[in-house]
């Protein structure tokens, strides 16, 4: 075997054994419309907290709704309307809904309890990007 050739194969098996930088998260949480098509509810899974549930928002609006502006909190983790026996967050995109303006203070922490909260979509979806350790 010539040279290159076991460089190639020896480079081959490093990039193969190497684990994965970044675990894609979009799809790890099921969002779903909520009855009246202003709201939808990101469904909660064991062990989700605020980042997660900001990525499922963040997908549904641009993957389902093919929106890239503000998602607005609507309600925290409560019963879910679509998925009985589950807890969800409820979000809006719609920017004249009541919950819009309601949130006032600035900082850095990921809120899925403060009515009025909102990220833009990107901002939301950089969540679905998790590094790993």
Not at 2 to 30: C, D, G, H, I
Not at 56 to 63: D, F, I, K, N, V
Request: charged content about 15%; hydrophobic content about 40%.
């Amino acid at each position: 075997m010539k040279l290159s050739a076991k460089l190639a194969a020896f480079t081959l098996s490093v990039l193969v054994a190497m684990p994965a930088q970044a675990r894609n998260l979009e799809y790890f949480l099921q969002a779903k419309p909520l009855p009246g098509g202003q709201e939808f509810e990101v469904i909660n899974r064991p062990g989700t907290g605020p980042a997660l549930f900001w990525c499922g928002a963040g997908t549904y609006a641009l993957r389902k709704l093919g929106l890239n502006d503000r998602i607005y909190l609507v309600q925290g983790r409560a019963p879910s309307v679509t998925d009985p026996g589950a807890s969800a967050v409820t979000f809006t995109v719609n920017p004249d809904h009541p919950v819009v303006g309601i949130y006032q203070h600035s900082g850095w922490s990921v809120s899925i309890k403060d009515p009025g909260y909102n990220l833009s979509v990107s901002s939301a979806r950089q969540f679905c990007f998790e590094k790993m350790p």
